[in-house]
Nanobody, 117 residues
């Protein structure tokens, strides 16, 4: 059974930092493209950052220079380091795993990030 479990969310002041983690089980992690998406209230779920099986990362323009995605293929975990957080970063952040072979997607339940003073 595939499980993606996010952690690390919380309440932080503008300008602060958080590090999200997503621990994967039930998949061959090294064969998956991993991504972070976010969904604010009343909004659609949008891509934030992805990292390929080969370790190449891509970011949406609004987080470039502030967020860093990384992966640990030994711990089967993907991370999102978020710095210089802004109120508009407030959302539920979801981890996504996509098989590079089948294209199948899996989602975590999400972790809430709130940026507020």
């Amino acid at each position: 059974q595939v499980q993606l479990v996010e952690s690390g969310g919380g309440l932080v002041q503008p300008g602060g930092s958080l590090r999200l983690s997503c621990a994967a089980s039930g998949i061959r992690f090294e064969l998956y493209r991993m991504g972070w998406y976010r969904q604010a209230p009343g909004q659609q779920r949008d891509l934030v950052a992805v990292i390929t099986d080969g370790g190449v990362s891509h970011y949406v323009d609004s987080v470039k220079g502030r967020f860093t995605i990384s992966r640990d293929n030994v711990k089967n975990t993907v991370y999102l380091q978020m710095d210089s957080l802004k109120p508009e970063d407030t959302a539920v952040y979801h981890c996504n795993a996509q098989s590079i072979r089948s294209g199948n997607h899996y989602w975590g339940q999400g972790t809430q990030v709130t940026v507020s003073s």
